[in-house]
Protein backbone atom coordinates (compact mmCIF):
# COMPACT_ATOMS: atom_id res chain seq x y z
CA UNK A 1 0.00 0.00 0.00
CA UNK A 2 1.32 3.70 -0.17
CA UNK A 3 1.99 5.73 2.14
CA UNK A 4 2.43 9.27 2.72
CA UNK A 5 5.90 9.55 1.76
CA UNK A 6 6.50 9.70 -1.99
CA UNK A 7 7.92 6.34 -3.47
CA UNK A 8 7.69 4.66 0.06
CA UNK A 9 5.75 1.26 -0.18
CA UNK A 10 4.37 -1.22 2.77
CA UNK A 11 3.69 -4.58 2.39
CA UNK A 12 3.47 -7.94 4.18
CA UNK A 13 6.26 -10.39 3.51
CA UNK A 14 6.03 -13.69 3.27
CA UNK A 15 5.80 -13.86 7.35
CA UNK A 16 3.30 -11.81 7.81
CA UNK A 17 5.35 -9.06 9.01
CA UNK A 18 5.00 -5.94 7.04
CA UNK A 19 8.08 -4.13 5.41
CA UNK A 20 8.42 -0.96 3.90
CA UNK A 21 10.08 -0.67 0.54
CA UNK A 22 11.75 2.81 -1.60
CA UNK A 23 10.62 1.82 -4.96
CA UNK A 24 11.73 4.27 -7.83
CA UNK A 25 11.85 3.77 -11.91
CA UNK A 26 11.28 -0.15 -11.22
CA UNK A 27 13.88 -0.68 -8.47
CA UNK A 28 13.36 -0.83 -5.12
CA UNK A 29 15.26 -0.71 -1.54
CA UNK A 30 14.13 -2.45 1.25
CA UNK A 31 14.02 -0.13 4.79
CA UNK A 32 14.59 -1.65 7.89
CA UNK A 33 12.11 0.31 9.51
CA UNK A 34 8.58 1.33 8.91
CA UNK A 35 6.91 4.72 7.93
CA UNK A 36 6.66 7.37 11.06
CA UNK A 37 8.84 4.45 13.28
CA UNK A 38 12.12 5.89 14.89
CA UNK A 39 14.88 6.42 12.30
CA UNK A 40 12.70 6.07 9.60
CA UNK A 41 12.99 9.35 7.77
CA UNK A 42 17.22 9.11 8.19
CA UNK A 43 17.06 5.93 6.64
CA UNK A 44 14.72 6.84 4.05
CA UNK A 45 17.38 10.23 3.35
CA UNK A 46 20.05 8.00 3.64
CA UNK A 47 19.03 5.70 0.99
CA UNK A 48 17.48 8.19 -1.48
CA UNK A 49 20.89 10.74 -1.51
CA UNK A 50 22.75 7.12 -1.72
CA UNK A 51 24.34 7.57 -5.52
CA UNK A 52 23.19 3.92 -7.16
CA UNK A 53 20.32 3.65 -4.68
CA UNK A 54 18.51 1.62 -6.89
CA UNK A 55 20.94 -0.44 -8.81
CA UNK A 56 19.94 -4.02 -8.54
CA UNK A 57 23.45 -4.38 -7.96
CA UNK A 58 22.96 -2.99 -4.14
CA UNK A 59 22.06 -5.08 -1.54
CA UNK A 60 18.71 -4.24 0.93
CA UNK A 61 20.20 -2.66 3.60
CA UNK A 62 20.30 -5.27 6.79
CA UNK A 63 19.21 -8.17 4.10
CA UNK A 64 21.26 -11.24 4.07
CA UNK A 65 23.06 -9.88 0.89
CA UNK A 66 24.26 -7.05 3.18
CA UNK A 67 25.60 -9.31 5.53
CA UNK A 68 27.24 -11.69 3.17
CA UNK A 69 28.99 -8.30 1.54
CA UNK A 70 30.23 -7.49 5.26
CA UNK A 71 31.02 -11.10 6.18
CA UNK A 72 33.17 -11.34 3.31
CA UNK A 73 35.57 -8.75 4.80
CA UNK A 74 35.37 -9.82 8.11
CA UNK A 75 37.98 -11.16 10.25
CA UNK A 76 36.72 -14.74 11.37
CA UNK A 77 36.35 -15.32 7.31
CA UNK A 78 39.65 -13.57 6.06
CA UNK A 79 41.67 -14.72 8.32
CA UNK A 80 40.48 -18.44 9.49
CA UNK A 81 41.59 -21.13 6.94
CA UNK A 82 43.18 -21.49 3.90
CA UNK A 83 42.18 -20.39 0.59
CA UNK A 84 40.88 -23.33 -0.31
CA UNK A 85 38.81 -23.61 3.04
CA UNK A 86 37.12 -19.94 2.60
CA UNK A 87 36.18 -21.05 -1.19
CA UNK A 88 34.46 -24.28 0.31
CA UNK A 89 32.92 -21.25 3.03
CA UNK A 90 31.29 -19.09 0.44
CA UNK A 91 29.52 -21.66 -2.04
CA UNK A 92 27.84 -22.94 1.24
CA UNK A 93 27.10 -19.50 2.07
CA UNK A 94 26.16 -18.11 -1.17
CA UNK A 95 23.50 -20.93 -2.03
CA UNK A 96 21.64 -19.79 1.18
CA UNK A 97 22.00 -16.28 -0.49
CA UNK A 98 20.41 -17.78 -3.65
CA UNK A 99 17.29 -18.56 -1.47
CA UNK A 100 17.37 -15.65 0.94
CA UNK A 101 19.28 -13.23 0.13
CA UNK A 102 16.65 -10.40 0.05
CA UNK A 103 15.07 -11.28 3.12
CA UNK A 104 15.85 -9.36 6.22
CA UNK A 105 18.52 -10.70 8.87
CA UNK A 106 16.09 -9.65 11.78
CA UNK A 107 13.24 -11.61 10.51
CA UNK A 108 14.59 -14.54 10.77
CA UNK A 109 13.85 -16.48 14.05
CA UNK A 110 14.91 -19.99 15.64
CA UNK A 111 12.07 -21.84 13.74
CA UNK A 112 12.90 -20.22 10.29
CA UNK A 113 16.60 -21.68 10.79
CA UNK A 114 15.21 -25.32 11.80
CA UNK A 115 12.91 -25.26 8.69
CA UNK A 116 15.46 -24.06 6.20
CA UNK A 117 18.26 -26.84 7.94
CA UNK A 118 15.46 -29.54 7.90
CA UNK A 119 14.67 -28.87 4.17
CA UNK A 120 18.90 -29.02 3.41
CA UNK A 121 18.70 -32.55 4.87
CA UNK A 122 16.60 -33.52 1.87
CA UNK A 123 18.85 -35.04 -0.90
CA UNK A 124 18.08 -33.71 -4.50
CA UNK A 125 19.34 -33.02 -8.03
CA UNK A 126 20.36 -29.73 -9.09
CA UNK A 127 19.96 -27.68 -12.11
CA UNK A 128 23.34 -29.20 -13.21
CA UNK A 129 22.44 -32.80 -12.68
CA UNK A 130 24.29 -33.29 -9.09
CA UNK A 131 23.00 -34.95 -6.05
CA UNK A 132 23.05 -32.14 -3.33
CA UNK A 133 21.60 -31.61 -0.04
CA UNK A 134 21.44 -34.44 2.92
CA UNK A 135 22.28 -34.55 6.63
CA UNK A 136 25.74 -33.62 5.84
CA UNK A 137 24.71 -30.53 4.09
CA UNK A 138 22.63 -29.78 6.60
CA UNK A 139 25.04 -29.53 9.29
CA UNK A 140 27.81 -27.68 7.38
CA UNK A 141 25.55 -25.18 6.39
CA UNK A 142 24.39 -24.46 10.23
CA UNK A 143 28.04 -24.53 10.93
CA UNK A 144 28.54 -21.34 8.51
CA UNK A 145 25.13 -19.67 9.04
CA UNK A 146 26.21 -19.75 13.29
CA UNK A 147 29.37 -17.44 12.39
CA UNK A 148 27.07 -15.02 9.78
CA UNK A 149 24.84 -14.55 12.07
CA UNK A 150 27.38 -13.83 14.80
CA UNK A 151 28.62 -11.22 12.77
CA UNK A 152 25.21 -9.96 12.81
CA UNK A 153 24.51 -9.99 16.66
CA UNK A 154 28.05 -8.10 16.68
CA UNK A 155 26.61 -4.99 14.43
CA UNK A 156 23.65 -5.48 16.33
CA UNK A 157 21.05 -5.98 14.01
CA UNK A 158 19.64 -8.72 15.94
CA UNK A 159 19.90 -9.18 19.90
CA UNK A 160 20.58 -13.15 19.82
CA UNK A 161 22.00 -15.62 17.30
CA UNK A 162 19.19 -17.64 15.40
CA UNK A 163 21.18 -20.72 14.68
CA UNK A 164 22.28 -20.97 18.48
CA UNK A 165 19.03 -21.30 19.57
CA UNK A 166 17.63 -23.27 17.20
CA UNK A 167 17.65 -27.22 17.59
CA UNK A 168 20.49 -29.77 15.40
CA UNK A 169 18.82 -31.00 12.35
CA UNK A 170 19.06 -34.50 10.82
CA UNK A 171 16.84 -37.80 11.09
CA UNK A 172 19.60 -39.44 12.67
CA UNK A 173 22.85 -39.15 14.58
CA UNK A 174 25.66 -38.04 12.30
CA UNK A 175 28.91 -40.27 13.27
CA UNK A 176 30.97 -38.95 10.51
CA UNK A 177 33.02 -41.16 7.93
CA UNK A 178 33.83 -44.42 8.99
CA UNK A 179 37.54 -45.36 9.84
CA UNK A 180 39.02 -48.28 8.13
CA UNK A 181 39.88 -51.23 9.64
CA UNK A 182 42.78 -53.52 9.40
CA UNK A 183 40.91 -55.86 7.50
CA UNK A 184 39.96 -53.19 5.15
CA UNK A 185 43.52 -52.10 4.47
CA UNK A 186 44.64 -55.41 3.89
CA UNK A 187 41.88 -56.42 1.41
CA UNK A 188 42.40 -53.16 -0.66
CA UNK A 189 45.59 -53.94 -0.60
CA UNK A 190 45.76 -57.60 -1.50
CA UNK A 191 43.68 -56.09 -4.52
CA UNK A 192 45.86 -53.28 -5.29
CA UNK A 193 49.84 -53.99 -5.45
CA UNK A 194 52.79 -51.48 -5.27
CA UNK A 195 53.25 -50.84 -8.31
CA UNK A 196 49.49 -48.85 -8.70
CA UNK A 197 48.47 -45.98 -8.41
CA UNK A 198 45.71 -47.28 -6.70
CA UNK A 199 48.02 -48.61 -3.64
CA UNK A 200 50.05 -45.29 -3.76
CA UNK A 201 46.98 -43.35 -3.05
CA UNK A 202 46.26 -45.19 -0.14
CA UNK A 203 49.83 -45.55 1.23
CA UNK A 204 49.83 -41.53 0.51
CA UNK A 205 46.77 -40.85 2.92
CA UNK A 206 47.14 -43.85 5.25
CA UNK A 207 50.73 -42.24 6.42
CA UNK A 208 50.43 -38.96 6.19
CA UNK A 209 46.75 -38.45 7.04
CA UNK A 210 45.82 -35.91 4.73
CA UNK A 211 43.02 -34.98 3.09
CA UNK A 212 41.40 -36.02 0.06
CA UNK A 213 42.07 -32.39 -1.52
CA UNK A 214 45.82 -32.15 -0.26
CA UNK A 215 46.33 -36.11 -1.18
CA UNK A 216 45.96 -34.99 -5.19
CA UNK A 217 48.38 -32.09 -4.61
CA UNK A 218 51.29 -34.52 -2.95
CA UNK A 219 54.47 -34.62 -4.76
CA UNK A 220 58.07 -34.71 -4.92
CA UNK A 221 58.57 -30.77 -3.20
CA UNK A 222 56.69 -32.61 0.23
CA UNK A 223 59.61 -35.13 0.59
CA UNK A 224 62.61 -33.79 1.20
CA UNK A 225 65.72 -35.51 3.39
CA UNK A 226 62.73 -38.29 4.79
CA UNK A 227 60.75 -36.17 6.07
CA UNK A 228 57.19 -34.91 4.57
CA UNK A 229 56.54 -31.69 4.73
CA UNK A 230 53.30 -29.74 3.39
CA UNK A 231 51.10 -27.34 4.27
CA UNK A 232 47.21 -28.73 4.82
CA UNK A 233 44.74 -27.24 2.30
CA UNK A 234 41.93 -26.74 4.70
CA UNK A 235 43.27 -25.23 8.18
CA UNK A 236 46.68 -24.03 6.74
CA UNK A 237 48.26 -25.69 9.59
CA UNK A 238 51.98 -26.77 8.67
CA UNK A 239 52.96 -30.91 8.81
CA UNK A 240 56.33 -32.02 9.49
CA UNK A 241 56.78 -35.89 10.08
CA UNK A 242 59.15 -38.71 9.04
CA UNK A 243 58.26 -40.50 5.62
CA UNK A 244 57.21 -44.76 6.09
CA UNK A 245 59.03 -47.51 4.69
CA UNK A 246 55.92 -48.14 3.15
CA UNK A 247 55.16 -44.38 1.36
CA UNK A 248 58.43 -44.48 0.11
CA UNK A 249 58.03 -47.78 -1.46
CA UNK A 250 55.09 -46.90 -3.01
CA UNK A 251 56.63 -44.33 -4.93
CA UNK A 252 59.73 -45.57 -5.96
CA UNK A 253 57.56 -48.66 -7.30
CA UNK A 254 55.00 -46.71 -8.97
CA UNK A 255 55.89 -46.63 -12.71
CA UNK A 256 54.00 -43.25 -13.76
CA UNK A 257 53.92 -40.46 -10.69
CA UNK A 258 53.87 -36.74 -12.15
CA UNK A 259 56.81 -34.43 -11.77
CA UNK A 260 54.63 -31.88 -9.32
CA UNK A 261 52.16 -34.56 -8.30
CA UNK A 262 52.76 -38.36 -7.45
CA UNK A 263 49.37 -39.00 -8.45
CA UNK A 264 48.43 -38.33 -12.04
CA UNK A 265 45.33 -39.25 -14.46
CA UNK A 266 45.96 -41.20 -17.55
CA UNK A 267 46.94 -37.82 -19.55
CA UNK A 268 49.49 -37.05 -17.35
CA UNK A 269 48.19 -34.33 -15.32
CA UNK A 270 47.43 -33.94 -11.62
CA UNK A 271 43.78 -35.28 -10.43
CA UNK A 272 40.81 -32.69 -9.47
CA UNK A 273 39.37 -32.89 -6.01
CA UNK A 274 36.38 -34.63 -7.42
CA UNK A 275 37.92 -36.50 -9.78
CA UNK A 276 40.44 -38.02 -7.73
CA UNK A 277 37.54 -39.02 -5.01
CA UNK A 278 35.54 -40.42 -8.21
CA UNK A 279 38.80 -42.54 -8.60
CA UNK A 280 39.39 -44.03 -5.14
CA UNK A 281 35.42 -44.75 -5.17
CA UNK A 282 36.22 -47.09 -8.13
CA UNK A 283 39.48 -48.42 -6.40
CA UNK A 284 37.56 -49.54 -3.40
CA UNK A 285 34.75 -50.97 -5.26
CA UNK A 286 37.28 -53.09 -7.19
CA UNK A 287 38.95 -54.59 -3.86
CA UNK A 288 34.81 -55.35 -2.61
CA UNK A 289 34.85 -52.90 0.46
CA UNK A 290 31.81 -51.44 1.83
CA UNK A 291 30.02 -48.38 0.00
CA UNK A 292 30.35 -46.35 3.37
CA UNK A 293 34.13 -46.14 3.12
CA UNK A 294 35.59 -43.58 1.95
CA UNK A 295 38.96 -41.99 1.45
CA UNK A 296 38.70 -39.34 4.59
CA UNK A 297 38.52 -42.78 6.74
CA UNK A 298 41.87 -43.56 5.62
CA UNK A 299 42.66 -40.12 7.63
CA UNK A 300 40.78 -41.58 10.72
CA UNK A 301 42.57 -44.88 10.16
CA UNK A 302 46.19 -43.50 11.14
CA UNK A 303 44.69 -41.78 13.97
CA UNK A 304 43.09 -45.30 15.08
CA UNK A 305 46.38 -46.89 14.85
CA UNK A 306 48.30 -44.34 16.79
CA UNK A 307 45.87 -44.73 19.99
CA UNK A 308 46.47 -48.47 19.67
CA UNK A 309 49.72 -47.64 19.85
CA UNK A 310 49.11 -45.64 23.14
CA UNK A 311 50.30 -42.60 21.15
CA UNK A 312 49.81 -39.61 23.38
CA UNK A 313 46.40 -37.01 22.31
CA UNK A 314 49.74 -34.36 21.24
CA UNK A 315 51.39 -36.77 19.31
CA UNK A 316 48.35 -37.64 17.16
CA UNK A 317 47.22 -33.79 16.85
CA UNK A 318 51.15 -33.61 15.36
CA UNK A 319 51.19 -36.21 12.63
CA UNK A 320 47.67 -35.13 11.46
CA UNK A 321 47.37 -31.43 12.15
CA UNK A 322 44.21 -31.55 14.44
CA UNK A 323 44.05 -28.25 16.52
CA UNK A 324 42.30 -29.39 19.47
CA UNK A 325 42.50 -32.62 21.56
CA UNK A 326 38.05 -32.73 21.07
CA UNK A 327 38.80 -33.77 17.46
CA UNK A 328 41.28 -36.87 18.46
CA UNK A 329 39.36 -38.09 21.79
CA UNK A 330 36.91 -40.17 20.24
CA UNK A 331 40.10 -42.62 19.04
CA UNK A 332 42.00 -42.42 22.69
CA UNK A 333 39.00 -42.92 24.46
CA UNK A 334 38.11 -45.94 22.73
CA UNK A 335 41.35 -47.21 23.09
CA UNK A 336 40.92 -46.74 27.13
CA UNK A 337 37.42 -48.01 27.47
CA UNK A 338 39.36 -51.46 26.25
CA UNK A 339 42.09 -50.94 28.11
CA UNK A 340 39.87 -50.97 31.46
CA UNK A 341 37.20 -53.22 30.26
CA UNK A 342 40.40 -55.82 29.31
CA UNK A 343 41.66 -55.16 32.80
CA UNK A 344 38.47 -55.23 34.89
CA UNK A 345 37.18 -59.04 33.31
CA UNK A 346 40.75 -60.02 34.05
CA UNK A 347 40.08 -59.01 37.54
CA UNK A 348 36.34 -60.96 37.58
CA UNK A 349 37.42 -63.78 36.04
CA UNK A 350 40.20 -64.51 37.69
CA UNK A 351 38.41 -64.29 40.98
CA UNK A 352 34.77 -65.49 40.09
CA UNK A 353 35.12 -68.21 37.45
CA UNK A 354 34.21 -72.01 37.56
CA UNK A 355 37.07 -72.98 36.05
CA UNK A 356 40.44 -73.42 37.16
CA UNK A 357 43.66 -72.19 36.26
CA UNK A 358 45.75 -75.66 35.29
CA UNK A 359 48.87 -74.17 36.50
CA UNK A 360 47.20 -73.92 40.04
CA UNK A 361 46.01 -77.07 40.50
Same mark, same amino acid.
Given at each position: ???????????????? $??????????? %??? !??????? #??? &???????????????????? #??????? !???????????? $?????????????????????????????????? %???????? %??????????????????????????????????????????????????????? /????????????????????????????????????????? /????????????????????????????????????????????????????????????? $??? =?????????? &???????? $???????? =?????????????????????????????????? %????????????????????
Amino acid at each position: MKTRYKNVYVSADRHG $KLRARYRKAGK %EVY !LKALPDQ #PGF &EAELKEVIGYQGATSPNRPI #PGSVADL !LTRYYRSADFMA $KGAPEDRHRRRLILESFRKDFGNDLVADFGFEHI %EAILLART %EKRVNERGRMVGGQVAAVNLRKQLRRLFALARKLKWIDSNPVEEADKVGKTRLTG /FVTWEEDHIELYQKRHPFGTKARLALEIILWTGQRRGDARL /FGPKHVVNGMVQYQQGKTGTDVWLPASRDLLRAIHECPAVGIITYLVTDYGKPYSKDGFGN $KMR =QWCDEADLPK &ELASHGLR $KAIARRMA =QMRATEHEIMAVGGWKSASQIKVYTEAIARNDLA %ESAIAKIDGHYSTEKDPQSG
